[in-house]
């Protein structure tokens, strides 16, 4: 990381975004082409967890190559100045590599569904249609490496 003094050391921030943030982003290498997708995601133990169709383009590249690249930002805020190259930003986020599965087991499928669900305000109880469930796919990013930057934060 080229700005040693933003770089987040701190473990627990690390977690923090990774279990607040909303949107993560996900970078795939389609025939030496980058493709960028925003899911939806829980995270738990160093395991993104990511609700997806059976069918797509993501799902197409996955087949090809599982490694991936992902991005993660809690907040961030444009800071404006009078002058226009003094504007910054105030922000939090990481970013990393890893694996993609696909979890095949339907209580575990279930399990990580109920994750994204109660992370998004679920506040009921969650029951799935078998049918659907079964066609539901679950992605299981595992974490190989992480890196935090933050900017505007003492």
Not at 67 to 78: A, D, G, K, L, T
Not at 88 to 102: C, E, F, L, P
Not at 125 to 148: A, F, P, Q
């Amino acid at each position: 990381m080229r700005r040693q003094d933003k770089e987040i050391k701190d473990n627990n921030l690390i977690q923090e975004i990774l279990q607040k943030s909303g949107i993560c982003r996900l970078g795939f290498v389609d025939n030496g082409e980058a493709y960028i997708v925003p899911v939806n995601y829980a995270y738990e133990n160093g395991i993104i967890y990511i609700h997806s169709a059976p069918h797509g383009k993501k799902m197409d590249i996955l087949k090809r190559n599982t490694r991936v690249s992902f991005e993660i930002e809690y907040s961030n805020e444009i800071i404006k100045d009078k002058v226009p190259c003094n504007w910054t930003a105030r922000y939090r986020s990481v970013m990393g590599r890893g694996n993609i599965t696909i979890e095949k087991d339907a209580p575990l499928k279930k399990r990580g569904l109920d994750m994204i669900m109660i992370k998004y305000g679920a506040g009921m109880e969650l029951t799935y249609d078998e049918s659907l469930l079964s066609r539901m796919v679950l992605l299981k990013l595992k974490i190989d490496s992480i890196t935090g930057k933050q900017s505007g934060y003492l």
